[in-house]
Each structure stands twice: as structure tokens, then as C-alpha cells.
């Protein structure tokens, strides 16, 4: 009986196990493969369903030399002004609008979608130095490191982490003298003045009865017939689509006790 209390799963049902491991895409085997030999066809249609993620997965040329561009103007070390940097003159330019200039409310934000985006850029140039494809595998010493000891022979070979960290320490943080670190200081800076910063108001009365919120002018009459109005639709909602009742048969809806209704406060 005990043998049956776990059930082996169907061939196509996700393992959570290999699933979290990834040692499947990892390794290229089926899980119920490893260690035995596959068979010819449905090999083949691995490795050529394999091959065409690959070919999908890599990088145009123009698109590995954009990366390469946006990596070096982040690259690019501030010696006298910030704006002797290409990237954050761009920078200068998004933080214009119609009618001025963006301010502590507006701008932050701009800051923010450019640091994550930077960041991916940072992963996928790791991903680019630390994977190289088949035909560039044996070619070069870009992707390789030597601790200068007696086995300088034998490279070992950078990972991901490896590069990702070398950039970061490099061009990402504070410190580091470039466009990344004004960005991260711009971006602290009006963020602090925007939660230490009163919002104006944007309700104001005009007249007896009338109340302006920002571009909208409306007078209290309009807003109880707001009110009836939603009042109305939510019962509607209730009685018809809630408890399946039709207009006819609304009377019959139990009837809440509101008046007798209390919180149970502690």
C-alpha cells in the first residue's frame, strides 16, 4: 500500500523540482532521460527546437551595438560637469515640458524608468560577455581570467555574476562619478522635496454652491443626483446580478435590519 501513496506523474506534468533547479533547460536532458540514451528522432526535434530558441534569443548586430553604446555612455567618467556627459544632456532634455520644466513631482519618476532600464542593459551585456555562442566560444581571452598562479593555462571562465558585479561597481552606484550616480542623487533629491512639499489643493468653491476640483465645475445639486444615481445602479446590481432577481420580483429581496446593526467593538 505504501508503494502507491505517491503517485509517478505523467510525462508531460510540470516537476516543481526540475522546474526550480532548471537543470533541465540547463543540461538539455528530459528528466526521465538523464543518464539513458536517447532516442534519434525525438532527440533531433530537441535539438532543433533547442537550436532555434538559441538563434531567437541572440542579438542582431545592431541591436549588440546599440547595447554596447548605451553601456559606454554610461560608462563615460564626469571630470569637470555632469553635463560634459552626452547622457545626461539627454537626460535634460526629458525634463522639459509644454509649458516649462518638470518639477520634484514629474521628473523623479523619469529617473527611476532610466536606472531600471540601465540595469537591464547592465544584465544583458553580462549575459552577452559571459555566454558566448558556438562560434565564438574558443576565440578571444575577452571572457576568461587568470589568477597568474602555475595553472595560467587553464583560464577560468567569468560568470554572469561576475561581469554584472565588475559593471556595477564600476558605473552603477554612487561614487563612481558618471551619469548613474547623478541620477541617483537628482532622484533622491527631489523625491525628498516632494514628500516634505505641502501639495496645493485642488478643491475650491465658487459662489454659494459650487466646487471646482481641478478641470471639473459642478454645483451640490449635480452631485446628489450623482449620488441618487449611484445609489440606484448599486441596487440595481445587488437585486439583479447579485441575487438573480428581475425587476418584477425586487419586493421580494430579504430585508436588512440596518437600524439594529452593530460593530462588535472590543
Known amino acids: 500500500m505504501a508503494r502507491t501513496t505517491?503517485?509517478?506523474?505523467?510525462?508531460?506534468?510540470?516537476?516543481?523540482?526540475?522546474?526550480?533547479?532548471?537543470?533541465?533547460?540547463?543540461?538539455?536532458?528530459?528528466?526521465?532521460?538523464?543518464?539513458?540514451?536517447?532516442?534519434?528522432?525525438?532527440?533531433?526535434?530537441?535539438?532543433?527546437?533547442?537550436?532555434?530558441?538559441?538563434?531567437?534569443?541572440?542579438?542582431?548586430?545592431?541591436?549588440?551595438?546599440?547595447?554596447?553604446?548605451?553601456?559606454?555612455?554610461?560608462?563615460?567618467?564626469?571630470?569637470?560637469?555632469?553635463?560634459?556627459?552626452?547622457?545626461?544632456?539627454?537626460?535634460?532634455?526629458?525634463?522639459?515640458?509644454?509649458?516649462?520644466?518638470k518639477g520634484p513631482e514629474q521628473y523623479p519618476p523619469v529617473l527611476s524608468a532610466m536606472i531600471k532600464v540601465a540595469r537591464f542593459m547592465v544584465v544583458q551585456q553580462a549575459l552577452e560577455l559571459s555566454e558566448p555562442f558556438e562560434e565564438d566560444k574558443f576565440g578571444g581571452d575577452d571572457a576568461y581570467e587568470s589568477d597568474g598562479s602555475a595553472n595560467a593555462s587553464r583560464p577560468g571562465k567569468r560568470g554572469c555574476s561576475q561581469f554584472v558585479a565588475r559593471m556595477m561597481d564600476r558605473f552603477m552606484v554612487?561614487?563612481?562619478?558618471g551619469p548613474m550616480q547623478w541620477m541617483l542623487d537628482?532622484?533622491?533629491?527631489?523625491?525628498?522635496?516632494?514628500?516634505?512639499?505641502?501639495?496645493?489643493?485642488?478643491?475650491?468653491?465658487?459662489?454659494?454652491d459650487e466646487v471646482l476640483y481641478k478641470s471639473l465645475q459642478f454645483n451640490m445639486a449635480q452631485f446628489r443626483s450623482m449620488i441618487h444615481g449611484l445609489i440606484t445602479e448599486s441596487r440595481r446590481l445587488l437585486v439583479e446580478d447579485l441575487l438573480f432577481?428581475?425587476?418584477?420580483?425586487?419586493?421580494?429581496?430579504?430585508?436588512?435590519?440596518?437600524?439594529?446593526?452593530?460593530?462588535?467593538?472590543?
Open 6 to 101: 505517491i503517485e509517478e506523474g505523467e510525462k508531460d506534468e510540470v516537476n516543481p523540482w526540475l522546474e526550480r533547479t532548471q537543470w533541465q533547460p540547463y543540461l538539455g536532458e528530459d528528466d526521465e532521460r538523464v543518464g539513458e540514451s536517447k532516442e534519434g528522432e525525438e532527440g533531433d526535434d530537441d535539438n532543433s527546437s533547442n537550436n532555434k530558441q538559441r538563434e531567437a534569443e541572440r542579438l542582431t548586430k545592431i541591436q549588440k551595438a546599440c547595447l554596447h553604446f548605451c553601456i559606454e555612455l554610461l560608462d563615460q567618467f564626469v571630470t569637470r560637469r555632469e553635463y560634459d556627459s552626452a547622457l545626461v544632456c539627454a537626460l535634460a532634455v526629458l525634463g522639459v515640458k509644454q509649458d516649462g520644466w
Open 174 to 177: 554612487r561614487g563612481s562619478h
Open 186 to 208: 537628482l532622484r533622491t533629491y527631489g523625491l525628498k522635496i516632494h514628500y516634505n512639499t505641502t501639495s496645493r489643493g485642488h478643491v475650491e468653491w465658487k459662489g454659494h
Open 245 to 266: 432577481f428581475d425587476g418584477r420580483h425586487a419586493h421580494e429581496t430579504p430585508k436588512i435590519p440596518w437600524q439594529s446593526l452593530r460593530d462588535n467593538c472590543l
